[in-house]
């Protein structure tokens, strides 16, 4: 498979991908550009691994996670109308779809590592040592990560919302 078969193919996986690890669709653009850009240059050797996809899911997790360093991506952005990203269609109930959005802004609010461990777990479907493979840890660190973040999320769901007042 050449490089632009593979950037045809898998170019849209690889961008809902991004999307789910990254929780911003404009990050996960930027992050697929710039594992492309190194992975056409290495095109060889990852096509030697007999298994290019998981290569190239595997670096735009690492610079996902390297990304998190550089000063643009600091801010999280939690709000906006590209977070239909999730479900690809469009619920019917509009409780429903406050709930996703609700989801979305939490486990955007994670830190990255957890964001990553939730992501692949729940929308990857990969086992503790899989991502511990992939995140480059022990399964036991993946475990305690997935612990954290389930609490974090649980919590933050049975707060309060502040109601509020219209005039």
Known sequence: MTFD?????????????????????DLAQDVVQEVMV?????????????APEAYVKRMVLNEFLSWRRRWS?????????DLEWA?????????????????????????PRQRAVVALRYYENRSDEEIADLLGCRP???RSQLSRAVAALRSALRAPVPETHRS
Do not use: H, M, N
Request: glycine content about 4%; aromatic content about 4%.
């Open 140 to 142: 036991v660190t993946v």
């Open 87 to 111: 479900s690809g269609t469009q619920a019917d109930a509009s409780s429903a779809v406050g709930e996703r959005d609700q989801l979305l802004r939490l486990i955007a609010a994670l830190p």
């Open 38 to 50: 190194r992975a056409q240059v290495r095109w060889r050797r990852i096509t030697a691994t007999k």
């Open 73 to 81: 991506a600091r801010v999280v952005p939690l709000a906006g109308p």
């Open 5 to 25: 078969e593979f950037v045809r193919d898998r170019l849209p996986a690889l961008l809902r991908y991004a999307t789910v690890v990254t929780c911003d669709p």
